[in-house]
């Protein structure tokens, strides 16, 4: 336990203060905050996931000022030990999921590109590298993208039936399987999909914004990590790490417990791990 009284998994865990911090105080609380460069979450033991579904990770980087893209892209947001951590959770997945907007915008891979993950991984007797996976309603998807090309990876596409058929021979000419899901409860269709086709345990979701929304409204994330980085994007409206189709209410509201939150005093960004406090109803 730390000071505030917060269970921390794999390393000591920082308090957001309550107070300004005159400069004596803020020499004291800093000897409070512990000196990790990164949590490690390669080693993280994850439980199972509910029956049905594998357990759901997300993973986001936030500007100080709450942002997710700049000029449309995550790129800026995150250092290279972000980077660094965002593969550390590659290397516990058997799936890594996208949304379709953000393979179109930043491209998407699984790769881990570290011989000690890599090892990591041999040792639990996974692959490599996960299953890359994307999910996309319409099927307008960049064939010549890593995603599609790559043979260092697998990857499936989950398109909803609304993509029409001649999108639908295109991937699959592509050569990645392509699993249509079910219209009516296209989420947790994939999800089942995943675990009992897969045999996915733990399912990594990197965004982006819209499609962790629809996770987070179905109560489908059950741990939420964040790099909150050390800069203010400004500028106008752009998108969040969760985003909805419609304005916030009392009932979009997911809780969260902090589990751990390591400050890297080299890049001054915050790593922070929380699961989440489902709402039963929402379990598929
Ligand atoms: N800061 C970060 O950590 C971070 C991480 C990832 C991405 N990003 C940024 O976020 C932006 C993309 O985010 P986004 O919110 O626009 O897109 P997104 O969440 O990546 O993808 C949304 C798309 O996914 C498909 N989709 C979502 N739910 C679906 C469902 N239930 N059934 C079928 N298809 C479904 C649809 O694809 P179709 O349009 O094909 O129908 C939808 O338009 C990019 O700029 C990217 O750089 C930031």
């Not at 004596?24 to 460069?37: G, L, M, N, Q």
């Not at 660094?84 to 999921?97: C, Y």
Request: net charge negative; proline share 7%; glycine share 8%.
């Amino acid at each position: 336990m730390c000071a505030a009284g917060i269970a921390v998994s794999e390393r000591p865990c920082w308090t957001a203060p309550d107070h300004e911090f005159p400069v004596a105080e803020r020499r004291r609380y800093d000897r409070r905050v512990p000196e990790a460069t990164k949590p490690d979450y390669a080693s993280l033991q994850l439980p199972a996931g509910p029956p049905g579904r594998p357990y759901v990770l997300t993973n986001m980087v936030m500007s100080a000022d709450g942002r997710a893209v700049i000029e449309d892209t995550e790129h800026g947001l995150g250092s290279d030990i972000d980077q660094r951590l965002m593969r550390e959770l590659r290397t516990l997945a058997d799936v890594v999921l996208v949304g379709a907007g953000t393979l179109r915008a930043s491209g998407a891979s699984s790769r881990v590109r570290d011989a000690d993950l890599e090892r990591l991984r041999a040792a639990r007797q996974q692959p490599p590298n996960p299953i890359a996976a994307v999910l996309s309603g319409s099927g307008d998807l960049p064939l010549d993208r890593a995603f599609f090309t790559a043979d260092d990876f697998e990857a499936v596409v989950y398109l909803s039936p609304r993509a029409t058929a001649e999108r639908r021979q295109a991937i699959a000419a592509n050569g990645r399987r392509v699993v249509t899901l079910d219209g009516d409860d296209d989420l947790a269709s994939m999800l089942r999909h995943m675990r009992g086709e897969l045999d996915a345990g733990v399912l990594l979701v990197e965004g982006g914004p819209s499609l962790n929304g629809e996770l987070f409204a179905r109560g489908l994330v059950d741990e939420y990590f964040l790099t909150l980085g050390s800069l203010v994007v400004g500028g106008g409206p752009t998108l969040t790490p969760v985003q909805g189709a419609q304005p916030p209410t009392s009932d979009s509201v997911t809780g969260l417990e902090l589990m751990s939150a390591v400050r890297n005093p080299e890049t001054s960004e915050l790593y922070l791990r929380y699961r989440t406090r489902h709402r039963s109803a929402a379990r598929p």
